[in-house]
């Protein structure tokens, strides 16, 4: 630490790590509130069913993280992921359109992949973070969400396959 630590919040890269786990953790619980309502808004029943599942993963992703807090001896809350709050707000926003069923599904994946993304990036960062500091059982946790995210990516991707063409048809 030495005198540069002094009154200084992050002071080193284990500081940094705490602090986007707990971005992550925000970003995370808003995600169990804005999924039901994505959930609700589509009309395509496999769109539908992977937001639910992503739901019970997400759940998941949340116990994750606690553990990892636990491990750490520090508590997830205080610090909220505003970029995600913005994710959120846009795709309230897509829920809120007066859409064809097609079009909105598709706004909707587009809102998702943008979570997704988002998500990926946050865990690959404290992924190799914990690759650094020598977490190793933190990093086994981290890689399996980070792989569910990315699955879940590659499923919308393969959703909007079918349902592009629908709603350029529409
Ligand atoms: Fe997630
Ligand atoms: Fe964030
Ligand atoms: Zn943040
Ligand atoms: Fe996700």
Do not use: W
Not at 79 to 107: F, P, Q, R, W, Y
Not at 131 to 140: A, I, N, T
């Amino acid at each position: 630490m030495g005198l540069f630590g002094l009154g200084v919040k992050l002071k080193d890269l284990q500081d940094l790590y705490v602090e986007q786990l707990r971005d992550l953790y925000s970003a995370e619980t808003q995600l169990l509130g804005a999924l039901p309502q994505m959930e609700a808004a589509a009309t395509a029943p496999e769109l539908k069913q992977g937001f639910a599942d992503h739901l019970e993963e997400t759940r998941i992703q949340v116990q994750r993280l606690e553990t990892i807090f636990q491990d750490l001896g520090e508590k997830p809350g205080g610090h909220t992921c505003k970029a995600m709050e913005g994710l959120v707000a846009e795709g309230s926003d897509m829920i809120g359109e007066k859409a064809n069923a097609a079009v909105k599904d598709a706004g909707l994946i587009a809102a998702a992949q943008r979570v997704e993304h988002y998500e990926i990036a946050g865990y690959g960062t404290v992924a190799t973070y914990a690759r650094v500091l020598g977490h190793q059982q933190h990093l086994e946790l981290l890689r399996l969400t980070e792989n569910e995210e990315k699955a879940a990516d590659s499923k919308l991707t393969g959703f909007a396959q079918e349902i592009n063409l629908e709603a350029a048809q529409a």
